[in-house]
């Protein structure tokens, strides 16, 4: 049983516009929560993350809401541009740095211009 | 299986010794990677290996030498490190490089102390 989810295996933005990509979790025990970003044929590279102790997260364009009650976080980005067409990988882990990532199936964010 | 198993959990080492840390994994995985994870920061990509080939490396100093012996193990090797490269040394792998709709996986890590 997956226990980070991604259901949205696609998404496609108008340029300017904002990307919501969604993800749910199941374990509770989840207390550190990462967005990944990944080009094709290229590792994934960290985004942006949030603890457990926070509910919003922001860096420039890049937003994460965190709702601990729902098991559900989103990553915003606003406004959207060409270059961030990859695919967003939604991680977690019990402890940050002690326990293993769990990551989702990724969503494909296509941004046309 | 869906592990990624690594060895040790557990090194200290010396600045001038040399050491290795060991991944494995028997899913299939054709692509491997290499995280390093400082306390309480996310962890960053090192080395990606695809297909036993090495097709990423981030910059990272030459005192780190990845290995990809086969489809089913990953070493990094050590050598004159410093003390600010102790961290927490993650292993992943995923089915291939493209990782759409297949599962990533995370070792649980190897905690290395450089003295």
């Known amino acids: 049983d997956q226990q980070v989810k991604q259901n949205s295996p696609s998404l496609s933005v108008q340029e300017g516009r904002i990307s919501i990509l969604n993800c749910d979790y199941t374990?509770?025990?989840?207390?550190?929560f990462l967005w990944y970003k990944k080009y094709p044929a290229e590792g994934p590279t960290f985004l942006i993350s949030?603890?457990?102790?926070?509910d919003k997260n922001e860096d420039g364009r890049f937003t994460v809401f965190l709702n601990k009650s729902a098991k559900h976080l989103s990553l915003h980005i606003v406004p959207s541009q060409p270059g961030d067409s990859a695919v967003y990988f939604c991680?977690?882990?019990?402890?940050?740095?002690?326990?293993?990532?769990?990551f989702g199936k990724g969503t494909r964010l296509s941004v046309i211009a | 299986d869906t592990e990624v198993t690594q060895t040790p959990k557990h090194l200290v080492m010396g600045m001038t010794n040399k050491k290795s840390l060991k991944c494995e994994q028997h899913m299939g995985h054709r692509a491997m990677y290499w995280y390093k994870q400082k306390a309480k920061k996310p962890p960053e990509l090192m080395f990606v290996?695809?297909?036993?080939?090495?097709?990423i490396n981030e910059s990272v100093p030459s005192r780190f030498s990845p290995e990809c012996p086969n489809s089913s193990l990953l070493n990094l090797h050590l050598h004159a490190l410093q003390p600010e490269d102790s961290a927490l040394y993650l292993c992943?792998?995923?089915?291939?490089?493209?990782?759409?709709?297949?599962?990533?996986?995370f070792g649980q890590g190897t905690r290395l102390t450089v003295v």
């Open positions: 374990n509770s025990m989840f207390d550190y």
């Open positions: 992943a792998s995923s089915q291939d490089n493209n990782w759409e709709g297949t599962e990533a996986f």
């Open positions: 290996y695809s297909y036993e080939k090495l097709s």
């Open positions: 991680a977690a882990s019990e402890v940050a740095g002690n326990t293993p990532l769990v």
């Open positions: 949030i603890s457990s102790i926070k």
